[in-house]
């Protein structure tokens, strides 16, 4: 009997670029972007931190849920089983972990624990270096 796969887990997932990057690194307005690019984890990232930097609690977390939603759907689109890791250190993946760290907040302040501590560990799980990186460490 043969054995088959990876014996340490799953291969990390990495997502394509997206191309939403460049333009909010060029300084369009995220609100822009994820219309141009309603499919960016990052824009949809983006748009939930500024809202909850700026204490627009509801607004974030719709911005957040969304774009955890559209991350969700491109890690399927990439292979992703439901498990694994999905490295912080691949810049592309960024705009999911964002989302998913977002989300936490965002949860926790409304005070959805359950849903809150779910993100916490799903970041977690995804990347230590990502919950480390995104203050939930």
């Given at each position: 009997m043969s054995l088959q796969g990876n014996l340490l887990g799953p291969e990390p997932t990495l997502l394509p670029v997206d191309p939403a990057a460049a333009e909010l690194d060029r300084g369009t307005a995220a609100a822009d972007v994820a219309a141009a690019h309603p499919t960016s984890s990052l824009a949809w990232a983006v748009l939930a931190e500024g809202a909850l930097d700026g204490g627009e609690?509801?607004?974030?977390?719709a911005y957040a849920r969304t774009g955890?939603?559209?991350?969700?759907?491109?890690?399927r689109r990439s292979g992703w089983k439901g498990f694994g890791p999905v490295p912080w250190s691949h810049e592309p993946n960024r705009g999911?972990?964002?989302a998913l760290a977002a989300l936490h907040k965002a949860a926790a302040a409304?005070?959805?624990a359950d849903e809150a501590e779910?993100?916490?560990v799903f970041l977690s799980d995804s990347d230590p270096e990502?919950?480390?990186?995104?203050?939930l460490a």
């Open positions: 609690t509801i607004a974030g977390y955890y939603h559209r991350g969700l759907d491109q890690l999911f972990l964002r409304i005070g959805e779910r993100c916490r990502a919950a480390a990186a995104l203050g």
